[in-house]
Nanobody, 117 residues
């Protein structure tokens, strides 16, 4: 079982940047992968970016590739989502998710990102 807490959201203008953090506690030794998702009002939750916990391989949704970067600081048990060139359509609640080696998922409570035009 892991516990996730996101932070770093806020209000930013179009073209601005934010860095989201996801602090991980609990059985981190069982984490295989960390993902970021987002959910805009009235829309389904969608995948944004992910990273393999140990190997560090990353993957991105096409809508954010080249603008967002996901990274992990294992000694700090923290995953980051660096977001650049933000657009109004990036406005959403952002969630991090941990997948264990037994394919169990744990979610954080989310952090709001609002991009003004």
């Amino acid at each position: 079982q892991v516990h996730l807490v996101e932070s770093g959201g806020g209000l930013v203008q179009t073209g601005g940047s934010l860095r989201l953090s996801c602090a991980v506690s609990g059985h981190t030794f069982r984490i295989s992968r960390m993902d970021w998702f987002r959910q805009a009002p009235g829309k389904e939750r969608q995948f944004v970016a992910g990273i393999w916990w140990s190997a560090g391989n990353t993957y991105y949704a096409s809508s954010v590739k080249g603008r967002f970067t996901v990274s992990v600081d294992i000694p700090k048990n923290t995953v980051y989502l660096h977001m650049n060139s933000l657009k109004p359509e990036d406005t959403a609640v952002y969630f991090c998710k941990a997948r264990s080696d037994s394919a169990d998922d744990s979610w954080g409570q989310g952090t709001q990102v609002t991009v003004s035009s």
